[in-house]
Structure formats: C-alpha cells, structure tokens
C-alpha cells in the first residue's frame, strides 16, 4: 500500500462513525451493581491475626534462647562434627590419589593431639573463647595439610 492509498485508507476510516454495539444490554447489570449496598462485607475477625503475631513471637523467642543461651560447649560439639566431616570427606576424596609428600601423617597425628589437648581444656572452660577459636584453627591446619599434600603445585595460585 503506498502512501496516498494509505492516507485515503484513513480518511475514509475516520469518516465512517463506527460504534460497536454490545450484544445485549449491559446497563441494567451495572445499575444493579452500583446500587447494591455494601453490607455483604464480612466482619472482621482478629483472632487469626493475634493467633500469627503469638506465633511469630514464640519462634523468635526460642531462636533467640537457642542463639543466646546455648552453651559454648554445644558450639565446640557442633564444630567438632562440622570439621569432622570435612576432614572425612577429604579423605574419602583424596583416598585414590598419591600423597606428594611422604610423612604428612605425622603432622596430622600432631595436630589431631592438639586439638584433643584444647578439647581437654575446655571442659575445664567451655566459655574460654580463645581456646574455641584455637580449636576452629587447629581444624583449619589438619583441613589445609590435607589439601596440600594431594594437591600438585601447578594446580595451586
């Protein structure tokens, strides 16, 4: 279509009124609609609420004894497992690689005597938080010894 037919195209369609009719009367529909007063509106109940705010308090209370109050010894347990599995899983990982370096045992074996001579204390002071954070590091050495004997050195940043 080129651009005067176009124009012309236009020109007749602006003329020609077009109203498009509905296929029944919708009027009466809409009166009805807007008439209608608004009183099937149900009350409100408020107990749904409360009920949910208790609720979210009582959680927040029980995190929050959980957080606070747990005792430091429940956090040297729950290291103890996290390390464990790692320590475990490396092991199962590196189980069919050659060590590069032989005797790499033996400063684990030292390490491991570490981390029970801090465990020893802190049963004396589960509080102690330098020793928590002496056994957190005494976990990451085993974790990078194992790391560092299986891994090549081209492999390494």
Known sequence: MSKPEFDHFIERSLAQPSEIQP?????????HAIGKPI??????NIWPKVSGVAACFIVALVTWQAVMVQPKHDAMASMTHFFDQQKQTLLVQYEQQPALVTGWQIQ????ENAELAIKQALENDPQNAALLKMLAQVYQQQLDLINKVHTPRWQQI
């Open 23 to 31: 296929e029944k009367d919708l009027w009466p529909g809409i009166e």
């Open 39 to 44: 009183t099937d509106q149900k009350p409100h």
């Open 108 to 111: 684990l074996q030292e390490l």
